[in-house]
C-alpha cells in the first residue's frame, strides 16, 4: 500500500470546521481504513487564527511546501471580516496552487476555498462553484475570474473539486478520500463515522 500525503493548507481567518472534515475523515482513515494518507497542515504564518478566534500552529510553513512532497491540496474557505482572503489571495498562496494543479494532483476545497483556486487561474475555462447565498456574490466573483459557474453542491472538473457551503464539507472530504484510496475503502470509513449503510463496509 502507497503512503500519500495531504496538504491542508490554512489562511488566516480559515473556518475550523471547514479544516476539521479533512482531518477527521483522513484521520479515520489512518485508524480505520487503509491507514495510507497522513493530513499536514500548512500555512503563510506561524501562527493562524480561525474565523471564530483560536489560534493554530501549522506544522510546515508554505514557503517550505514542493508540490511533489504530497498527494493533494486541501483548502478550506473562510470569512473576509477576520482577514481570510489577505492570505488566500496572496502571490504565495496562489502560485501554490497553480504547483498542484500543473503537477496533477487533486486539489479539494470547500466553499469560498474555491476563489484562490478561481483566482489562480487553474480553473479558468473548467468548471467550478463556490458559496451559493448572499444573493450569489461570492459565486458571481468565481466567474469572473473565468470559471465556468455550474450551481450545483458540489462540482468535480478533473482534478479539482469545488463546493457551495460548509454543508458540502464532509462529502468533499469523503470525495477526496475516494480519490485518493478507492470507493469501498471510503464506504467503510464512512460506515465507521456513522455517515453510511453497512453496506460491504466490513467485509
Known amino acids: 500500500m502507497?503512503?500519500?500525503?495531504?496538504?491542508?493548507?490554512?489562511?488566516?481567518?480559515?473556518?475550523?470546521?471547514?479544516?476539521?472534515?479533512?482531518?477527521?475523515?483522513?484521520?479515520?482513515?489512518?485508524?480505520?481504513?487503509?491507514?495510507?494518507?497522513?493530513?499536514?497542515?500548512?500555512?503563510?504564518?506561524k501562527e493562524l487564527k480561525c474565523t471564530w478566534n483560536f489560534t493554530v500552529t501549522p506544522e510546515i510553513l508554505l514557503a517550505e511546501v514542493n508540490a511533489n512532497m504530497?498527494?493533494?491540496?486541501?483548502?478550506?474557505?473562510?470569512?473576509?471580516?477576520?482577514?481570510?482572503?489577505?492570505?488566500?489571495?496572496?502571490?504565495?498562496?496562489?502560485?501554490?496552487?497553480?504547483?498542484?494543479?500543473?503537477?496533477?494532483?487533486?486539489?479539494?476545497?470547500?466553499c469560498v476555498g474555491a476563489l484562490p483556486v478561481g483566482k489562480s487561474g487553474v480553473l479558468t475555462g473548467r468548471q467550478g462553484t463556490t458559496y451559493h447565498l448572499n444573493n450569489g456574490y461570492r459565486q458571481n466573483q468565481l466567474a469572473r475570474f473565468g470559471v465556468d459557474l455550474v450551481r450545483k453542491p458540489i462540482v468535480c472538473d478533473r482534478n479539482i473539486i469545488t463546493s457551495s457551503s460548509p454543508a458540502t464539507a464532509l462529502n468533499v472530504a469523503f470525495m477526496l478520500l475516494e480519490k485518493l484510496t478507492s470507493p469501498?475503502?471510503?464506504?467503510?470509513?464512512?460506515?465507521?463515522?456513522g455517515f453510511g449503510p453497512k453496506k460491504d463496509a466490513d467485509e
Open 184 to 193: 469501498e475503502n471510503c464506504q467503510k470509513v464512512k460506515y465507521l463515522m
Open 70 to 110: 504530497f498527494d493533494a491540496l486541501a483548502i478550506p474557505g473562510g470569512f473576509e471580516s477576520a482577514g481570510f482572503y489577505a492570505d488566500a489571495f496572496s502571490e504565495d498562496f496562489l502560485a501554490a496552487i497553480r504547483e498542484f494543479d500543473q503537477a496533477g494532483k487533486i486539489i479539494a476545497s470547500i
Open 2 to 45: 502507497d503512503s500519500k500525503k495531504v496538504l491542508l493548507l490554512l489562511a488566516n481567518g480559515f473556518e475550523a470546521y471547514e479544516a476539521s472534515v479533512f482531518t477527521d475523515v483522513l484521520g479515520w482513515n489512518r485508524l480505520e481504513g487503509d491507514g495510507s494518507i497522513e493530513v499536514v497542515t500548512c500555512g503563510i504564518h
